[in-house]
């Protein structure tokens, strides 16, 4: 299996920052990762689907970097409907794997 | 626009079998994977397979020996069956589809449905 470890586990930020997620793969997994955020009560949303193309609808304070093993999630300007959880999720090989999340509260 | 809706007992007893349906509206069902995941509460999120509209599956090894997922097109909708529960797989069970587009990522999700195992 592809582990997927992302850091920091939590993060503390206000309205307007800018906040970037880690995410490492265990192995090479070229292009194939996707950011989702997770809102309580709620399933997940995709956000970034290929490292980095904008699922349509999400907005463009959302961007995805990386290839290979190492990842990253930015959201700049931060707006209040930001706080939530992030999570990782490799589709290069089964069984899917996710990071542990990363979750992102108000400072 | 896919929907995704996601049916069965909220609670089952240890020992027994969990069963749950997804039913696909919105959308055309074939040339897609679609996949069941879980999430016990205040925890993270477990692929635990997929199938295609052809009845092939992939399913995760951890979970392999229990699991049993089915199609039916011809109704829109996939379902899951996992025997022989504890009390750890208690957990929000979400169906998502597989997409086949890049990065291959779960693009439609259900709201999920609660399944407590408890006797």
């Known amino acids: 299996d592809i582990q997927m470890t992302q850091s920091p586990s939590s993060l503390s930020a206000s309205v307007g920052d800018t906040v970037t997620i880690t995410c490492r793969a265990s192995?090479?997994?070229?292009?194939?990762l996707n950011w989702y955020q997770q809102k309580p009560g709620k399933a997940p949303k995709l956000l970034i689907y290929?490292?980095?193309s904008l699922q349509s609808g999400v907005p463009s304070r959302f961007s995805g970097s990386g290839s290979g093993t190492d990842f990253t999630l930015t959201i700049s300007s931060l707006q209040p409907e930001d706080f939530a959880i992030y999570y990782c999720?490799?589709?290069?090989?089964?069984?899917?794997?996710f990071g542990q999340g990363t979750k992102v509260e108000i400072k | 626009q896919v929907q995704l809706q996601e049916s069965g007992p909220g609670l089952v007893k240890p020992s027994e079998t969990l069963s749950l349906t997804c039913i696909v509206s919105?959308?055309?069902?074939?040339?897609?994977?679609w996949s069941w995941i879980r999430q016990p509460a205040g925890k993270g999120l477990e692929w635990i397979g997929r199938?295609?509209?052809?009845?092939?599956?992939n399913y995760s090894p951890s979970l392999k020996s229990r699991v049993t997922m089915s199609v039916d097109t011809s109704n829109n909708q996939f379902s899951l069956k996992l025997n022989s529960v504890t009390a750890a797989d208690t957990a929000f069970y979400y169906c998502a589809r597989d997409s086949s587009g890049p990065g291959r990522p779960f693009d439609h999700w259900g709201q999920g449905t609660l399944v407590t195992v408890s006797s």
């Open positions: 199938i295609y509209t052809t009845g092939s599956t």
């Open positions: 999720q490799q589709s290069y090989s089964t069984p899917r794997t």
């Open positions: 919105g959308g055309s069902n074939s040339s897609y994977f």
């Open positions: 290929a490292a980095s």
């Open positions: 192995q090479s997994i070229t292009n194939y």
